[in-house]
């Protein structure tokens, strides 16, 4: 290994990421370890403020665009140079953990901080991005951030997104952008030369293989849906049940007819209902209204196709008495990384000597859209029985900070190309 990259995996501070993460943990903190980080909230802020403030002391520079992307630059020789990029999210599911998203950005940061503190000399400057909104748990769909950012979706179609309270995505977006003190603007669609996400690995591989990296080669494909089934409120003691026009009994059997739809004796397919609103959700009146949401996941590009295509057709054979609107919200194929990049992690991983494997990544990332745009690759660390969206989520000290150095090894070699 050259030595100034040497230098600069040396000064990665295991301490410092782990206490990082600890502090970050405080903001949204909910019982049993958990966070609760929604995107465009109080706590979301505070996220960003505490990231400025630790950002603040280095020389870097700091820019927002109109989505709330964060973007913390290191500087270049080449001012012409495009950046190499890295990052993941500060929002969390609602019932999250203490390391999914955030791991990513605090990695990236303890990567720009150990090559400043190496004083390395880059030819690409290397950024730290803050994507908004990752979960998609507050405002649907997730990946939001990265989608606008390279242009996959405009945002002037999102800013009507409602919250479960009916919070206008375009207000909260609004309050986000104007308590987050960034001095620059950055425009969206910038170019990027190469990005590297890095993240806990939220499934029980490399724990169970006693390896400390994962080569992520590629994300697999992902399509959610609202459904809204729409009946008729009548009294629930009077009104006799052959009569009514139910929403929640339609769209209960719309979702079983959509498991029978995912079944899968592979166990490849991923199907969930995860949401559900009711109107008027009182235990004395049939449901006039409900909205449910489908997620559906598989890697191969045939199977994902055939199963989005027929979520619509199943929904309207289940559903006999109501009406029915379903709203594809996103669509994302299945993704394969550029083989250059995905080649320097492992490169990285084996010049540290860490245990590493290959592996596709079951959860969708902001690399998905980054990949759409220039060479992308991923890093995953184990976590904790593989437990995710979910309090209990917990990764070692030590993995984080190995992930870092593969990172930091990885950008060093990419920002000088
Ligand atoms: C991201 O959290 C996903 O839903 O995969
Ligand atoms: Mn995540
Ligand atoms: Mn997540």
């Known amino acids: 290994m050259r030595e100034d990259i040497q230098d600069a995996v040396g000064r990665v501070d295991q301490q410092r990421l782990w206490d990082r993460h600890m502090e970050m943990a405080r903001i949204g903190a909910i019982p049993g370890n958990g966070v609760n980080r929604a995107a465009f909230s109080k706590e979301d802020v505070a996220a960003r403020k505490l990231l400025l403030s630790w950002v603040r002391r280095r020389n870097f520079t700091v820019a927002m665009d109109a989505i709330g992307n964060l973007f913390i630059r290191r500087a270049g020789a080449d001012s012409r140079a495009a950046p190499v990029m890295t990052g993941s999210h500060m929002d969390s599911q609602p019932r999250g953990g203490r390391f999914d998203g955030i791991y990513g950005v605090l990695a990236g940061l303890e990567a720009l901080e150990a090559i400043e503190e190496a004083g390395a000399t880059t030819r690409h400057p290397i950024e730290l991005v803050a994507w908004s909104n990752e979960e998609g748990g507050r405002f649907a769909p997730c990946t939001m951030g990265s989608a606008v950012y390279t242009g996959a979706k405009p945002l002037p179609d999102l800013l009507e997104v409602r919250d479960n309270e009916g919070v206008a995505l375009k207000d909260a977006l609004a309050q986000t952008l104007a308590a987050t003190p960034a001095p620059g603007k950055r425009e969206l669609n910038a170019p990027a030369a190469a990005y590297i996400e890095t993240h806990i690995e939220q499934g029980p591989l490399l ?129 394969a990384f550029d083989p250059k990049v995905v080649d320097c992690v492992e490169r990285a991983a084996q010049a540290l000597k860490l245990p590493h494997r290959r592996m596709p990544s079951g959860a969708s990332h902001d690399a998905m859209y980054m990949a759409r745009v220039c060479p992308t690759g991923m890093i995953f660390v184990p976590c904790e029985k593989g437990i995710s969206h979910n309090e209990a989520e917990n990764a070692k000290p030590e993995d984080l900070a190995a992930g870092a150095r593969v990172l930091t090894v990885a950008l060093l070699e990419l920002a000088n190309r």
Do not use: Y
């Open 207 to 335: 724990e169970h293989e006693g390896k400390t990296i994962g080569i992520v080669t590629g994300i697999q494909g992902l399509r959610w849906f609202n459904v809204e089934v729409f009946g008729e409120t009548a009294h629930a003691g009077t009104t006799p049940v052959e009569a009514r026009k139910d929403a929640l009994r339609e769209a209960i059997a719309a979702i079983n007819a959509l498991h029978e739809l995912t079944r899968d004796s592979a166990g490849t397919v991923r199907f969930t209902v995860g949401r559900m609103l009711v109107t008027p959700n009182s235990p004395n009146s049939v449901p006039s209204h409900v909205l449910f949401s489908v997620d559906v996941r598989h890697p191969d590009p045939a199977t994902i196709a055939r199963l989005g295509d027929a979520i619509e057709p199943t929904v309207r054979n289940a559903v006999k008495r109501c009406s029915v609107k379903v709203t594809p919200t996103l669509h994302d194929d299945p993704c």
